[in-house]
């Protein structure tokens, strides 16, 4: 009960600082800008295709591309910024001496650092599913498209970001707020490129390069959520149009739906390094 | 083990803590009881072996020189930095479960809050983490004792430290405390802000709530605290009440037309030094109040003329930097 409260407060108080710190605002101008930039170019590609320069399948194609490509724009920004969040949020606190005073209250500081991490996640869900949303019927209203799996593709976005803001609190734990920022970031872009490298071996028929992807999405299941995502995003069609492993090769479209057992490895490892960060705080000297 | 066992162990345990929460309601519980206390970071040792306690609405005062293990001290007894060895109770019950920390105010040595509440908002939160009722108007009260009321609802960002720092003394009483930790509570204060804080200390013990008060100013530390621990080098040098460490006071005195009757109601007093027309009498060190008017009027009576009359006592900086000295000069013959 005590617990519950004191989750629940931290995580009130996580989201109304990225509020009061203009986060929040900057978040909000940042996704306006990209929807208008999206929602223009989204209607040069309408007016294109209507002047019969594009099939109606090579519009939904360029449809999906473009949707993707926007919303891996969202998903970095969502992934910077929760990561960037996380790192002041919780060693900052501790290196200023903010975190003193509210953990000598009668408070247990796995709950304290639950609570944190309850409210980054609100945040950074928040707006990839509110950005991403916005960005869908943008494109419905421009393109007149809708993707099959709207909502299966926002709740991998917003896991993916839930996984990253994981591994920020756990390095944040560990190294200064500004390292663990970065570092977090750098293992994101890192396991992106290696999905890149991964899917291009694929479509090259090299199982080496291949490995390179499933060994990484495995280690930092960002870039497997993601391809989730983008499963989610992009028309069946595209299928029809390229070949399987030419799906692989782009970057920006994605071969197969993710499996349960991935999923549940991804939920399996969320938790994991939960519980290591837990471990690490727990046994900090303030 | 068995699983018939465990319906008996979780018995013992409710047992075991509802006794500890009866006897923690007890007055006769010291308010911080520890003993042992070690802590080394890396090949620094910080503390070894400091037992301390302070007693319900006694005023203890943690003095000792830089690194001296007085902060680290305090952190062990909040759970904030995890002790290598030793025990501590907190108003009754075992520091390691949280809840002992209930009825426990702390302003840190290095007070920060989040520069985007408001006062007033900083409050709130840490009533609500304490898990303790405080009304609105209580939490407005508590602002306006350390001079706030007028700022409740500005944001910290615009503070100059020595109202954050009363702040966090606000923050240290907000939750009803039966014990309060002030770490160097004036180190940003102007001599107003200090003299506050004595107030607000003096008041507390008036009230029975007992503080553990750390500060560099000795002279605080002399005018609030019934007792004083003295720590160097991590270890407890020296403590006790500030009678037993500072010893008899003396009393100076300048007289002329001293007759003999005079000079023995001088003696009787107890020793007595001369030099010139001034005398240094020793005053025994469970003097009660009266006597010093009682020998002045005596002196008179007796036909004496009083010039001047001064206390003078071995001041707890000099008893201080006597015992770091002797500790000092100690090691020094043990490393020879």
Same mark, same amino acid.
């Given at each position: 009960?005590?617990?519950?409260?004191? #989750?629940?407060?931290? @995580?009130?108080?996580?989201?109304?600082? @990225?509020?009061?710190?203009?986060?929040?605002?900057?978040?909000?101008?940042?996704?306006?800008?990209?929807?208008?930039?999206?929602?223009? *170019?989204?209607?040069?590609?309408?007016?294109?295709? *209507?002047?019969?320069?594009?099939?109606?399948?090579?519009?939904?194609?360029?449809?999906?591309?473009?949707?993707?490509?926007?919303?891996?724009?969202?998903?970095?920004?969502a992934?910077?910024?929760t990561?960037?969040?996380?790192?002041?949020?919780?060693?900052?606190?501790?290196?200023?001496?903010?975190?003193?005073?509210?953990?000598?209250?009668?408070?247990?500081?796995?709950?304290?650092?639950?609570?944190?991490?309850?409210?980054l996640v609100a945040f950074g869900s928040g707006f990839i599913v509110?950005? &991403?949303?916005?960005?869908?019927?943008?494109?419905?209203?421009?393109? /007149?498209?809708?993707?099959?799996?709207?909502?299966?593709?926002l709740a991998?976005l917003a896991a993916?970001t839930t996984?990253?803001?994981?591994?920020?609190?756990?390095?944040?734990?560990?190294?200064?707020?500004?390292?663990?920022?970065?570092?977090?970031?750098?293992?994101?872009?890192?396991?992106?490129?290696?999905?890149?490298?991964?899917?291009?071996?694929?479509?090259?028929?090299?199982?080496?390069?291949?490995? %390179?992807?499933?060994?990484?999405?495995?280690?930092?299941?960002?870039?497997?959520?993601?391809?989730?995502?983008?499963?989610?995003?992009?028309?069946?069609?595209?299928?029809?149009?390229?070949?399987?492993?030419?799906? /692989?090769?782009?970057?920006?479209?994605?071969?197969?739906?993710?499996?349960?057992?991935?999923?549940?490895?991804?939920?399996?490892?969320?938790?994991?390094?939960?519980?290591?960060?837990?471990?690490?705080?727990? !046994?900090?000297?303030? | 083990?068995?699983?018939?066992?465990?319906?008996?162990?979780?018995?013992?345990?409710?047992?075991?803590?509802?006794?500890?929460?009866?006897? @923690?309601?007890?007055?006769? #519980?010291?308010? %911080?009881?520890?003993?042992?206390?070690?802590?080394?970071?890396?090949? =620094?040792?910080?503390?070894?072996?400091?037992?301390?306690?302070?007693?319900?609405?006694?005023?203890?005062?943690?003095?000792?020189?830089? &690194?001296?293990?007085?902060?680290?001290?305090?952190?062990?007894?909040?759970?904030?930095?995890?002790?290598?060895?030793?025990?501590?109770?907190?108003?009754?019950?075992?520091?390691?479960?949280?809840?002992?920390?209930?009825?426990?105010?702390?302003?840190?040595?290095?007070?920060?809050? =989040?520069?985007?509440?408001?006062?007033?908002?900083?409050?709130?939160?840490?009533?609500?983490?304490?898990?303790?009722?405080?009304?609105?108007?209580?939490?407005?009260?508590?602002?306006?004792?350390?001079?706030?009321?007028?700022?409740?609802?500005? $944001?910290?960002?615009?503070?100059?430290?020595?109202?954050?720092? !009363?702040?966090?003394?606000?923050?240290?009483?907000?939750?009803?405390?039966?014990?309060?930790?002030?770490?160097?509570?004036?180190?940003?204060?102007?001599?107003? *802000?200090?003299?506050?804080?004595? /107030?607000?200390?003096?008041?507390?013990?008036? $009230?029975?709530?007992?503080?553990?008060?750390?500060?560099?100013?000795?002279?605080? #530390?002399?005018?609030?605290?019934? $007792?004083?621990?003295?720590?160097?080098?991590?270890?407890?040098?020296?403590?006790?009440?500030?009678?037993?460490?500072?010893?008899?006071?003396?009393?100076?005195?300048?007289?002329?037309?001293?007759?003999?009757?005079?000079?023995? !109601?001088?003696?009787?007093?107890?020793?007595?030094?001369?030099?010139?027309?001034?005398?240094? #009498?020793?005053?025994?060190?469970?003097?009660?109040?009266?006597?010093?008017?009682?020998?002045?009027?005596?002196?008179?009576?007796?036909?004496?003329?009083?010039?001047?009359?001064?206390? &003078?006592?071995?001041?707890?900086?000099?008893?201080?930097?006597?015992?770091?000295? /002797?500790?000092?000069?100690?090691?020094?013959?043990?490393?020879?």
């Open positions: 009960m005590t617990t519950a409260r004191t #989750v629940l407060t931290i @995580a009130a108080l996580t989201l109304r600082e @990225a509020s009061r710190r203009r986060v929040l605002l900057a978040l909000a101008v940042l996704t306006v800008v990209l929807l208008a930039l999206s929602g223009w *170019g989204f209607s040069r590609l309408a007016v294109e295709s *209507g002047g019969s320069a594009l099939t109606s399948g090579e519009a939904r194609l360029t449809a999906s591309i473009v949707l993707n490509l926007v919303m891996f724009g969202y998903s970095l920004i992934a910077l910024g990561a960037f969040l996380a790192g002041p949020t919780v060693s900052g606190e501790t290196e200023s001496g903010i975190a003193l005073s509210l953990l000598a209250r009668p408070i247990r500081r796995s709950a304290f650092l639950l609570g944190k991490w309850l409210g509110l950005a &991403g949303l916005a960005q869908i019927f943008v494109v419905r209203v421009t393109v /007149d498209y809708w993707p099959p799996a709207p909502a299966v593709a991998l993916q996984a990253l803001l994981t591994l920020a609190v756990l390095l944040s734990t560990a190294v200064s707020p500004m390292a663990s920022g970065v570092v977090a970031v750098g293992l994101f872009c890192t396991t992106w490129v290696a999905g890149v490298v991964g899917g291009v071996g694929e479509g090259l028929g090299n199982e080496a390069v291949g490995h %390179v992807g499933t060994v990484s999405r495995m280690l930092l299941p960002t870039d497997g959520l993601w391809q989730g995502a983008m499963h989610g995003l992009q028309d069946p069609s595209v299928f029809a149009t390229f070949g399987g492993s030419d799906v /692989d090769a782009f970057p920006f479209l994605s071969s197969a739906p993710l499996t349960a057992t991935y999923l549940a490895w991804a939920a399996v490892w969320v938790a994991m390094v939960w519980g290591l960060a837990a471990a690490s705080f727990v !046994r900090q000297d303030l | 083990m068995s699983v018939a066992a465990k319906p008996a162990e979780v018995g013992d345990d409710a047992a075991r803590r509802a006794a500890s929460h009866l006897a @923690a309601g007890s007055p006769s #519980v010291p308010a %911080v009881w520890c003993t042992g206390l070690r802590k080394r970071y890396g090949r =620094q040792l910080a503390v070894e072996d400091v037992s301390l306690e302070v007693g319900r609405g006694e005023i203890l005062g943690l003095l000792g020189p830089n &690194g001296a293990g007085k902060t680290s001290v305090i952190k062990m007894l909040l759970g904030l930095v995890h002790p290598d060895g030793g025990e501590v109770m907190l108003l009754g019950e075992p520091a390691t479960d949280p809840a002992a920390r209930a009825r426990v105010g702390y302003l840190p040595e290095l007070f920060r809050y =989040q520069p985007w509440l408001s006062p007033i908002e900083v409050l709130t939160l840490h009533v609500r983490l304490s898990g303790i009722d405080v009304t609105a108007q209580e939490q407005r009260n508590c602002l306006a004792l350390v001079g706030l009321a007028k700022r409740a609802g500005d $944001r910290l960002g615009s503070f100059s430290k020595g109202m954050q720092q !009363r702040l966090g003394l606000a923050v240290a009483l907000v939750a009803g405390p039966e014990l309060v930790i002030l770490d160097e509570p004036t180190s940003a204060l102007d001599p107003l *802000g200090r003299a506050d804080v004595r /107030d607000i200390v003096l008041e507390l013990k008036k $009230r029975g709530v007992a503080v553990l008060l750390n500060s560099h100013l000795i002279g605080e #530390v002399e005018r609030v605290c019934d $007792r004083v621990v003295i720590l160097d080098r991590g270890r407890v040098a020296a403590s006790g009440t500030l009678a037993e460490l500072l010893g008899g006071r003396e009393l100076r005195l300048h007289l002329t037309g001293l007759s003999p009757d005079a000079q023995a !109601r001088l003696l009787a007093t107890g020793r007595a030094d001369r030099e010139g027309d001034w005398f240094t #009498v020793a005053l025994p060190a469970d003097d009660v109040a009266s006597a010093v008017p009682d020998l002045v009027a005596d002196l008179v009576a007796l036909g004496a003329r009083v010039h001047a009359v001064e206390p &003078g006592r071995i001041s707890l900086e000099e008893r201080l930097l006597g015992i770091l000295r /002797d500790g000092a000069d100690a090691r020094a013959k043990g490393d020879r």
